[in-house]
């Protein structure tokens, strides 16, 4: 065959694809092990910095996904594929995605992957989407290898040589990525005005709303850390009552029990509110003068936990108003219990109150 008819002959683009899922599907199970090792790098990393995220997933590219992108057509001259050599230039065989809660944290694990790992490239494509007016609220990519010292272990060779993306983005971000995907408008130039306008009202909406959520949860450790210092001066009137807020007044006034749990405290303070307490001042003042260990084995025959103790302070103090707000104060068992921590305390010769805390100006 001359040179001029092959030139003329159109490139076979279903071999191409053919070839190379051939080829992929051969190593598949490699780049499944590898994404699982970044996986596993990246996730003890997070644990050990203590950041906070929603998820981490891994995955290989799987075989019908790769020979639809191994048969993408060139920009440039659409009668040529875009990657000549798709097992060498298909850079996200290996995949690994970090969601997180924040913004913030978005930048957080993108400076343990450049610590952790070898990073060949950084893209932002919400930037990126910026300059080239396409939709998106996206996020931000890596592309990495293994790093010389690991590529050194014995357990770290097979993975020589290979490359995996990385896509850190926020929960919102993720939501939007998977809309758009399945929408498939990729530009404004190809959508049309009425949903290209409600598309970019949305992404804002998202964005906003991902700056409000950090804004919130900043504030909501502004407003624990400024309630701990309060209750360490002994300003307790002006500390609401909140989950966190009660285990530190518990854990100075009736000593630290890591035992109980965080649905213990939030229920607590239900209880608390629905009887009408609002601040600290006045479950100090329901429970002053009381001596919770004493109390504790006359009614429970022992030492009970942080916030069993509580709750004995709380009924001798408030007799019936303890047992009339309640969510169990209808239920006969439970009168049948508190009544009979009365009756206990009484025979030790204590006086069972009525207190009840005064509504706030």
Not at 179 to 186: A, F, W
Not at 262 to 267: A, E, M, N, S, V
Not at 312 to 324: C, H, Y
Request: aromatic share 10%; hydrophobic share 35%.
């Amino acid at each position: 065959m001359s040179e001029t008819v092959k030139e003329r002959m159109p490139f076979d683009f279903e071999s191409h694809r053919k070839n190379a899922v051939e080829q992929y599907t051969k190593k598949r199970h490699l780049y499944e092990e590898f994404a699982w090792e970044i996986e596993n790098i990246l996730t003890e990393a997070i644990e050990t910095h203590g950041i906070k995220i929603n998820v981490i997933q891994s995955r290989a590219k799987d075989e019908k996904s790769f020979g639809k992108k191994a048969m993408t057509a060139n920009e440039q001259n659409p009668e040529e594929p875009k990657y000549k050599n798709p097992m060498s230039e298909i850079t996200d065989l290996a995949g690994v995605r970090v969601i997180t809660f924040f913004p913030s944290t978005v930048g957080e694990v993108g400076r343990l992957i450049q610590e952790e790992f070898e990073v060949i490239e950084r893209v932002d494509h919400t930037a990126t989407a910026e300059r080239e007016q396409r939709l998106g609220y996206l996020s931000v990519h890596y592309l990495v290898r293994l790093g010389s010292d690991r590529r050194k272990l014995s357990e770290y060779k097979k993975f020589d040589g290979l490359i995996a993306e990385i896509q850190v983005r926020t929960v919102l971000q993720h939501a939007w990525a998977e809309i758009e995907h399945d929408i498939r408008y990729k530009s404004t130039s190809t959508t049309p005005q009425a949903i290209s306008r409600r598309f970019m009202t949305l992404a804002g909406l998202l964005e906003i709303a991902d700056r409000e959520f950090e804004a919130i949860q900043k504030e909501d450790a502004s407003l624990r850390a400024n309630a701990r210092t309060l209750i360490e001066a002994g300003r307790l009137a002006e500390v609401e009552v909140t989950p966190d807020a009660l285990r530190s007044y518990l854990n100075v006034h009736l000593g630290s029990d890591d035992r109980i749990s965080d649905y213990t405290y939030d229920w607590t303070t239900k209880m608390l509110r629905s009887s009408g307490f609002q601040n600290l001042g006045q479950v100090d003042e329901c429970i002053a003068g009381l001596d919770d260990d004493k109390f504790s084995r006359i009614v429970l025959g022992g030492r009970g936990g942080q916030v069993s103790r509580f709750e004995v302070l709380l009924a001798a103090s408030m007799g019936e108003n303890f047992l009339k707000n309640h969510p169990w104060g209808e239920e006969s068992w439970w009168r049948d219990i508190v009544q009979h921590w009365w009756e206990k305390l009484r025979k030790a010769g204590f006086n069972i109150g009525s207190y009840q805390p005064k509504k706030a100006d």
